[in-house]
């Protein structure tokens, strides 16, 4: 597997990520960036886009996604709840959405996904080998927001104590969608918001 990180335009600086496998096939989460940034990549390793993988709906997050599932036939990944066509959620619709704990094979690479509702109604996060991208749910050492359309602080600490006790090595490192990486224990140990909501519960 080959593994790039790439960052979407100001003012969010979206962290987006592009996975490759042995195979030449490639995954992207949160299709942030231009889409001439993957095709650059793309290219230049020889991959093809097959999956596209959206932690949330927010148009921060996904403004790449329909160029680049027309662009690759690329089948797209985003939860019903956060497809809406509106302004803050532009993506009118997905190929699928997530069933909680489901495994999506790509060649070698295994991505798990659990739900995480709180920051939008659709929030998952995802993990691969030693990857955990955690979208909007949790950063480096906060959260996301609960105050904009589809966000509810009461899901999100049932989100963060469901979170806590996930099955994920302490070493993984925990891929925020804004923000510098962590680990998953370092965030398990020292998050404010996680330990108050394991402390509330």
């Excluded at 790509?106 to 739900?115: G, K, P, S």
């Excluded at 804004?178 to 996680?194: C, V």
Aim: one cysteine or more; charged letters at 20%.
């Amino acid at each position: 597997m080959k593994a790039f990180h790439l960052v979407g335009p100001a003012p969010f600086y979206t962290n987006s990520f592009l996975l490759i496998s042995d195979a030449g096939n490639a995954v992207v989460i949160d299709p942030a960036a231009e889409v001439q940034e993957y095709d650059k990549i793309l290219k230049e390793h020889g991959g093809r886009l097959s999956l596209i993988l959206c932690t949330h709906g927010h148009y921060d997050h996904v403004g790449s996604a329909g160029a680049l599932s027309r662009e690759w036939g690329a089948k797209l990944y985003c939860e019903p709840a956060d497809c809406r066509g509106t302004q803050l959620l532009p993506l009118k619709g997905s190929d699928s959405g997530y069933e909680e704990g489901e495994v999506i094979p790509l060649d070698e690479l295994r991505f798990t996904v659990w739900h995480t509702p709180g920051h939008t109604e659709g929030s998952v996060v995802l993990l691969c080998e030693s990857y955990l991208f955690v979208g909007d749910t949790v950063f480096q050492g906060s959260i996301g927001r609960t105050d904009l359309e589809g966000g509810d602080s009461r899901k999100m600490d049932e989100s963060l104590r469901k979170f806590a006790a996930l099955p994920v090595p302490a070493e993984a490192q925990v891929l925020p969608g804004h923000g510098d990486f962590s680990t998953f224990g370092q965030e398990a140990a020292t998050n404010f918001y996680i330990k108050n909501a394991l402390r509330n519960a």
